[in-house]
């Protein structure tokens, strides 16, 4: 029961933590996913290239974990295992040239050449259980002596994210839910009408912050109102 309770509420901290905006950016620079913008690499294209296309999060504040593939011949971004893992399931074998960020040049790597260590005590995004890639396991292995885990492939690592995969979906999507209705009461008093439709959070938030149809909206505040109009 303890262990349940702790998933929800770290899960809870990280849609919460969606996006910061720049000024918030130091703040929150003690997590330890997060990089500075300028040293993140963004592979992904379009007007919400800065943000998870699963779940809308900023993609430099969880960097360490950012992954990447083809999905039907389209670059994709992601913030997590988690959040690619969701693609994977859904579209199969579509999902190619998977890559996943090196801990220790922060560049992106194929996931087949890298080591990654499930468990650590460093917080894991989107999920319960962290995972962490290396291009080299000697790397890998210092961090799990230092931080604990267990040191394994992509396909170990995988696995993982796929088996918790429906338990942290439900979780996460039951807080989206309330974030939405939030998000709708903030739409209403704060923002100018649009009637355009969005494909995801991550399009609704690039929207809102070019437009400025809610202001300088940030922080908590545009990922709820991102996260009901990916969804209204």
């Known amino acids: 029961m303890n262990k349940i309770i702790a998933t929800v509420l770290m899960l809870s901290a990280l849609v919460y933590a969606g996006d910061m905006g720049e000024g918030h950016a130091k703040k929150h620079m003690k997590m ?16 919400a290239k800065m943000y998870c ?8 504040m969880f960097y360490r974990t950012n992954h990447s593939a083809k999905v039907n011949g389209v670059t994709k971004q992601y913030c997590s295992l ?23 040049t922060l ?10 260590v499930v468990g650590s005590s460093k917080k894991g995004t989107m999920t319960m259980k962290s995972k962490y890639a290396f291009a080299k396991k000697a790397d890998a292995q210092k961090f799990a002596d230092k931080f604990g885990g267990e040191v394994m492939n992509f396909d170990g690592a995988n696995k993982i994210a796929l088996k918790g995969l429906d338990k942290e979906i439900a979780m996460i999507s039951k807080k989206q839910a309330k974030m939405a209705k939030k998000g709708e009461m903030m739409y209403k008093k704060m923002c100018k009408k649009t009637d355009l439709k969005f ?30 109009l990916g969804r209204r």
């Open 82 to 104: 988690h959040c690619l893992s969701e693609d994977i399931v859904k579209y199969g074998s579509d999902v190619k040239d998977m890559k996943v960020v090196d801990n220790k």
């Open 199 to 228: 494909a995801s959070t991550a399009e609704a938030k690039a929207f809102v912050k070019s437009s400025k149809i809610c202001g300088e909206m940030k922080g908590k505040k545009l990922q709820a109102v991102g996260i009901y």
């Open 107 to 116: 560049k992106f790597i194929d996931v087949n050449d890298a080591t990654y």
């Open 53 to 60: 296309t699963s779940c809308g999060m900023t993609l430099p």
């Open 32 to 47: 330890f996913q997060s990089v500075p913008m300028e040293k993140a690499s963004i592979v992904q294209d379009g007007k």
